[in-house]
């Protein structure tokens, strides 16, 4: 059978392999691999020789350095490390430590099931039970279930969150993925695109101030590929273009990786550090610091989500990989 998975060892914990081999001529080998003990983080998506993702072995896959890691419940940076939803008022903390960056899931040891191979796809199915006994609790006490099932296709891999509510409040939330793509084509020949009208402005700590720039005429404006090399952004992007893609081009081999996502995925985060041999563009379902920006009133800008009691909530953000001759970006 062409789809697959194997395991391997990384940082002392097993990781899976999940993936297909090509059958016939046109088409791509896929290989992704993913950890849940340690962040159910991915920390290789390759197609044919090409790797996408950057997996830096200095940093633990444990941390949101590297990889793909998954920031849930409120994505990027929350002011103060604090928050309030319904008129209670809570810590994002761990461990008695207020945690200001990155939200409280991406270090965590994740369940998991026997990946299960078909004809079309290898899928693994991944879990958190937020008890009171579960350390993501002190910092967002909702009794809940994460849950998170990655599915390698022939064209690239997608994953889906589901939040299953089982408590007696509604609960808040917000879900991105941390995803550090490789310059495979170097600063200027690799390429971003972001098909959205408004960039939201920052305050000097890199916080949203809920005003939305818009990007017409500007330096920022990511509707047209931009090489990272070009930018220097740390910025969260929105009044996204139902009718276009976002996607990463790395033209010189030809490769260009889609990023498609279900509409709750409504804003992108797009990290370009200068000097760095990666650049990050990430799906998220809302805006930085979205909680605080909501109580503010600010709820199209923040486009906090919640779950009712009892109730479910789910998304899927997709990886889709085209070889695509290229004339020009």
Same mark, same amino acid.
């Given at each position: 059978m062409a789809f697959y998975y194997d395991t391997e060892k990384i940082e002392g914990q097993t990781a899976f392999l999940l993936g297909y081999t090509k059958e016939k001529n046109g088409d791509h080998s896929v290989l992704v691999k993913v950890s849940?003990? =340690?962040?159910?983080?991915?920390?290789?998506?390759?197609? $044919?020789?090409?790797?996408i993702i950057h997996y830096d072995t200095y940093f633990s896959l444990k941390s949101y350095y590297t990889g793909n890691p998954v920031l849930y419940p409120f994505p990027n940076r929350l002011r103060n490390c604090f928050y309030e939803f319904k008129g209670v008022q809570h810590w994002q903390q761990k461990h008695g430590i207020p945690v200001f960056m990155h939200s409280l899931v991406y270090d965590e040891s994740w369940q998991y099931k026997e990946? #299960?191979?078909?004809?079309?796809?290898?899928?693994?199915?991944?879990? *958190?039970?937020?008890?009171? @006994?579960?350390?993501?609790?002190?910092?967002?006490?909702?009794v809940h279930t994460l849950r998170i099932v990655w599915t390698i296709t022939r064209t690239g891999f997608s994953v889906t969150y589901k939040i299953e509510n089982q408590d007696n409040a509604e *609960?808040?939330? &917000?879900?991105?993925?941390?995803?550090?793509?490789k310059k495979l084509c170097g600063d200027r020949g690799?390429?971003?695109?972001?098909?959205?009208?408004?960039?939201?402005? %920052?305050?000097?700590? =890199?916080?949203?101030? &809920?005003? %939305? *720039?818009? #990007?017409?005429?500007?330096?920022? $404006? %990511? @509707? #047209?590929? #931009?090489?990272? &090399? @070009?930018?220097?952004? $740390?910025?969260?992007?929105?009044?996204l273009d139902p009718k276009k893609r976002a996607f990463v081009d790395y033209p010189a081999i030809d490769l260009r990786v889609y990023i498609d996502a279900t509409e709750d995925f409504t804003h992108m985060q797009v990290f370009t550090?200068?000097?760095?041999?990666f650049?990050?563009?990430? @799906?998220?379902?809302?805006?930085?610091d979205a909680v605080? %920006?909501?109580n503010k009133g600010l709820k199209?800008?923040?486009?906090?989500?919640?779950?009712?009691?009892?109730?479910?909530?789910?998304?899927?953000v997709q990886f889709i990989y085209q070889f695509i001759k290229q004339k020009e970006n």
């Amino acid at each position: 059978m062409a789809f697959y998975y194997d395991t391997e060892k990384i940082e002392g914990q097993t990781a899976f392999l999940l993936g297909y081999t090509k059958e016939k001529n046109g088409d791509h080998s896929v290989l992704v691999k993913v950890s849940p003990a =340690l962040g159910n983080n991915v920390y290789c998506f390759r197609v $044919d020789e090409y790797e996408i993702i950057h997996y830096d072995t200095y940093f633990s896959l444990k941390s949101y350095y590297t990889g793909n890691p998954v920031l849930y419940p409120f994505p990027n940076r929350l002011r103060n490390c604090f928050y309030e939803f319904k008129g209670v008022q809570h810590w994002q903390q761990k461990h008695g430590i207020p945690v200001f960056m990155h939200s409280l899931v991406y270090d965590e040891s994740w369940q998991y099931k026997e990946p #299960v191979v078909t004809a079309d796809s290898v899928q693994l199915e991944t879990w *958190l039970s937020i008890t009171p @006994r579960h350390p993501v609790f002190e910092g967002f006490p909702f009794v809940h279930t994460l849950r998170i099932v990655w599915t390698i296709t022939r064209t690239g891999f997608s994953v889906t969150y589901k939040i299953e509510n089982q408590d007696n409040a509604e *609960l808040p939330y &917000g879900i991105s993925y941390h995803t550090f793509f490789k310059k495979l084509c170097g600063d200027r020949g690799s390429y971003i695109c972001v098909p959205a009208k408004y960039m939201m402005e %920052l305050t000097d700590d =890199l916080l949203p101030t &809920g005003r %939305l *720039l818009d #990007v017409e005429g500007t330096d920022f $404006d %990511l @509707r #047209v590929p #931009v090489s990272p &090399g @070009r930018l220097n952004l $740390d910025n969260c992007f929105t009044g996204l273009d139902p009718k276009k893609r976002a996607f990463v081009d790395y033209p010189a081999i030809d490769l260009r990786v889609y990023i498609d996502a279900t509409e709750d995925f409504t804003h992108m985060q797009v990290f370009t550090p200068k000097g760095k041999p990666f650049f990050c563009v990430e @799906r998220q379902t809302c805006s930085t610091d979205a909680v605080n %920006l909501d109580n503010k009133g600010l709820k199209k800008e923040s486009h906090i989500l919640t779950v009712p009691p009892k109730e479910e909530k789910s998304g899927t953000v997709q990886f889709i990989y085209q070889f695509i001759k290229q004339k020009e970006n």
